[in-house]
Structures are given as structure tokens and as C-alpha cells.
């Protein structure tokens, strides 16, 4: 499943159907609404796409991430448009594979690489009523020698 919804994230469910026979490892990373950015207040953001353009890169996202890790069996990529409150999920992930160390590198390649090429704006807004857009570009998701730190 490689999916944009304005729906709540079932997670519960993503997990469930994560599931496969051949899979000792069953992982998934789920980012959710803070608090807080950068020393301000976030009360709730928002994430807004191209739906067209976001649904097929994160397709080849998933893709790409199937070919380079051939003995995964599933992946699962679901992202969250519209506002949500602090607390909520935005992205859910699941990888499923036979051993973890080939499922926790597909995870962090789905991660990492979803945030520097799939085309979403997040939005947040902040608890003195202002609100700013961010992106990766603008600096607030930067990877470093492999690791991806928030600025």
C-alpha cells in the first residue's frame, strides 16, 4: 500500500498487514505531530501536495527501495495531507523482510528519501497565531553522512 490520505493513519491496521510468513522482521517508523520547532510552540500543521505528482514518487520511492533490498516482501507507505494536532501520525512506514538489517535499511531509505524528493509541504502553526511553510529544502530535514538531523 503506497497511499496519500486526508484520513487518520490506522496504524494498528498497517501493522496487521504487514505481516508475511517468510518475515522474521516486521518493522515500521511512524513521524508524528510536536510540539514544538525551533524554540516555538506548534499547536497543529498541516501537509498540502500535488496528490498526482506525491502518490507516483512515492510510488517509485517504493519501488526503487524493492529493487535495491530484492528480499523485502512488503512495504507500506502511507503519508497524511491536510491539518492534524499535535500527537497525530503524518507518515506510517512498514517494511517486511526476513531478516531486520536488510528491513531497518529499507526503512531508512523509504524515510530519508521520501522527505528529499516526494513533493509535500508541511505548514505549522504556531501558538502566537503565526504559521510558516517548510520544506527539506528550506533546512528543516538535512542529512549528514547518512544521518538525517532536523535543523
Not at 505481516?19 to 500543521?45: D, M, W, Y
Not at 506525491?54 to 529493487?67: F, G, Y
Not at 535495491?68 to 494536532?85: A, I, T
Not at 523509504?110 to 520544506?135: A, C, M, N, S
Request: one cysteine or more; glycine letters at 6%.
Amino acid at each position: 500500500m503506497i497511499l496519500l490520505t486526508r484520513n487518520v493513519i490506522r496504524e494498528q491496521d498497517l501493522l496487521a498487514q504487514a505481516q508475511h510468513p517468510e518475515c522474521g522482521a516486521v518493522l515500521s517508523f511512524s513521524g508524528t505531530v510536536r510540539n514544538h520547532h525551533e524554540g516555538r510552540k506548534v499547536i497543529r500543521l498541516a501537509y498540502e501536495a500535488y496528490e498526482p505528482m506525491a502518490q507516483s514518487e512515492l510510488e517509485r520511492v517504493a519501488n526503487e527501495a524493492l529493487l535495491k533490498w530484492p528480499d523485502v516482501r512488503r512495504v507500506q507507505l502511507v503519508h497524511r495531507l491536510g491539518e492534524m494536532d499535535v500527537g497525530a501520525s503524518s507518515v506510517f512506514i512498514t517494511v517486511s523482510s526476513p531478516h531486520r538489517v536488510e528491513g531497518f535499511a529499507t526503512l531508512r531509505f523509504l524515510i530519508d528519501t521520501l522527505k528529499q524528493r516526494v513533493p509535500i509541504w508541511k505548514k505549522e502553526f504556531y501558538e502566537d497565531g503565526e504559521t510558516q511553510w517548510l520544506h527539506p529544502d528550506d533546512g528543516c530535514c538535512v542529512v549528514h553522512d547518512g544521518q538525517q538531523q532536523s535543523e
